[in-house]
């Protein structure tokens, strides 16, 4: 019988999931680590707003985003905003992050980088969703984005051309057309933009939820535990440690989203990673809404019809990992909900909303870290998606699947390295 190496892949989120369910079709043993279930609200995948949108590969960074720094600091519920009490903490990523979107040359650099990871996007998620047994969990009828007018679009042609340049396709929609399509939209929105070879996941938590099953059906384990670091023996991989004792693996992937720079320390590299906290609001039971799931582009908010309810999720806030939220924040997306689909606020009832807070791993350009650890050549990196890692997941659980198994990666990853801190 050939060896069957034991996998640990710590963290069960979107991209965990993903990388062990690829690990298993790769005939490897795979055994999840996670203190929490699959699926679960502390992970930032249960919260998203499911797009699985192949053409966002445009960095949050863009130039001039600088001039807005005042703001940030200021309005404590504007759409980005920085803690005071966390500032000294985030500068250094904060500096890289705006230098990152210096110039159009860089953001360039990184739409080529996220346009190799999310191209089919919504092909792969329906093909491991049909895997799980929850295809119905995946549609692939299209993203649309507004704005109040078509001069203010004119402000992003400019990035909408980069997209262009990496082959995504749009239809642009003037208002009688945004009407036809989005009866409940404020007519104030004029413009828009509607992206078809891309999709969306109608309950993010629940497509979790079923791959991890699936796994634990076909014979993976899961450790419901924390790690906290690694064991080598000989110059090897011996063990993940974990509060609940070892893990005995030849090789591991670290897939704990927010939380992995202290194991990325442990497997010998220094990452520069933050989490930019978001939320969500979801009203339950309403017909009113979007037909097509919508980026508000005046207010960077996207609202999502998704089985347990309409969805509006976004926000940036730049603070410490545990620090308390500011429900404020979704009082904020429900006004704006309200405000984007008039005939919503005679039909909301307080009953009717659910909020929740959630952090994308996000390092400062954008590009999630993707390869091998520095220490351990069998200790992968697979986290820092930052705003795309639902889309991203379903290729980066191909890509962990290859380097287990010592295969070429289907993509060159060298955008990914997890050493590219090192000298900036
Ligand atoms: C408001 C909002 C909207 C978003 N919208 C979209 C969208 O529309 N499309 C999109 O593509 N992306 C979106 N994102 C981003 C996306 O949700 C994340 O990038 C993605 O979920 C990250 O997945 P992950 O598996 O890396 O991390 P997570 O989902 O956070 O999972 C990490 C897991 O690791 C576990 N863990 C942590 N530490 C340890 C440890 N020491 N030991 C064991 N386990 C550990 C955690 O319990 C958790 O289960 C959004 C994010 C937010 C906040």
Same mark, same amino acid.
């Given at each position: 019988m050939p060896y069957s190496p034991q996998i640990a892949v710590i963290g069960a989120g979107i991209v965990?999931?993903?990388?062990?369910?690829r690990a298993l079709q790769a005939g490897l043993r795979v055994t999840l680590i996670d203190p929490h279930p699959p699926g679960n609200a502390q992970a930032s995948s249960y919260g998203n707003a499911g797009w699985l949108s192949s053409h966002s590969i445009? #960095?949050?960074? %863009?130039?001039?985003? !600088?001039?807005? @720094?005042? +703001? !940030?600091?200021? =309005? #404590?519920?504007g759409p980005l905003t920085v803690r005071w009490r966390y500032l000294?903490?985030? @500068?250094?990523?904060?500096?890289?992050?705006?230098?990152?979107g210096r110039t159009y040359e860089q953001i360039e650099q990184t739409a080529k980088g996220l346009r190799a990871l999310l191209r089919d996007a919504p092909d792969l998620h329906l093909e491991m969703a049909k895997i799980a047994g929850v295809p119905q969990l995946i549609q692939k009828n299209g993203l649309?984005? @507004?704005y109040p007018s078509r001069e203010q679009f004119h402000k992003d042609t400019r990035l909408w051309q980069i997209r262009g340049n990496e082959g995504v396709r749009w239809l642009e929609l003037d208002h009688q057309e945004l009407?036809? *399509?989005? $009866?409940?939209?404020? &007519? *104030?929105?004029?413009?828009? /933009?509607?992206? $078809?070879?891309? +999709?969306?996941? %109608?309950n993010p938590g629940l497509y979790v939820q079923s791959i991890v099953q699936h796994i634990v059906r076909h014979g993976g384990a899961i450790a419901q535990t924390e790690a906290t670091g690694f064991r080598y023996r000989n110059g090897q991989l011996h063990s993940v440690v974990t509060t609940a004792g070892e893990i005995e693996c030849s090789k591991a992937v670290i897939a704990t989203g927010a939380r992995a720079k202290a194991l990325a320390h442990q497997a010998g590299d220094e990452v520069c990673l933050e989490t930019e906290r978001g939320y969500h609001a979801v009203i339950s039971s309403t017909t009113v809404g979007p037909h097509t799931p919508t980026m508000?582009?005046?207010e960077k908010v996207i609202v999502t019809a998704m089985t347990t309810?309409?969805?509006?999720?976004?926000q940036v806030e730049i603070a410490a990992l545990d620090d308390t939220p500011n429900w404020k924040r979704a009082e904020v997306l429900c006004q704006l909900l309200a405000r984007a689909y008039p005939s /919503?606020?005679? @039909?909301? %009832? #307080?009953?009717?909303? =659910?909020?929740?807070?959630? *952090? *994308? &791993?996000? %390092?400062?350009? +954008?590009?999630p870290c993707i390869g091998r650890a520095s220490r351990s050549p069998d200790i992968i990196h697979a986290y820092g998606h930052g705003h795309v890692g639902l889309a991203g997941s379903a290729r980066t659980g191909r890509i962990v699947a290859q380097l287990l198994t010592n295969q070429s990666p289907e993509i060159e990853l060298s955008p990914y390295s997890a050493q590219r801190f090192r000298n900036s």
């Open positions: 965990g999931a993903a990388s062990a369910l445009i #960095p949050p960074a %863009t130039p001039g985003v !600088w001039r807005q @720094v005042p +703001g !940030w600091l200021t =309005n #404590p519920l000294a903490k985030a @500068v250094p990523w904060l500096l890289r992050y705006l230098e990152s649309l984005h @507004v009407t036809l *399509r989005e $009866p409940h939209l404020n &007519p *104030r929105y004029q413009f828009g /933009l509607f992206v $078809p070879d891309t +999709g969306h996941c %109608t508000l582009m005046d309810g309409l969805r509006i999720a976004g /919503l606020s005679c @039909v909301i %009832t #307080p009953d009717q909303i =659910n909020v929740w807070m959630g *952090r *994308r &791993p996000s %390092t400062p350009d +954008g590009l």
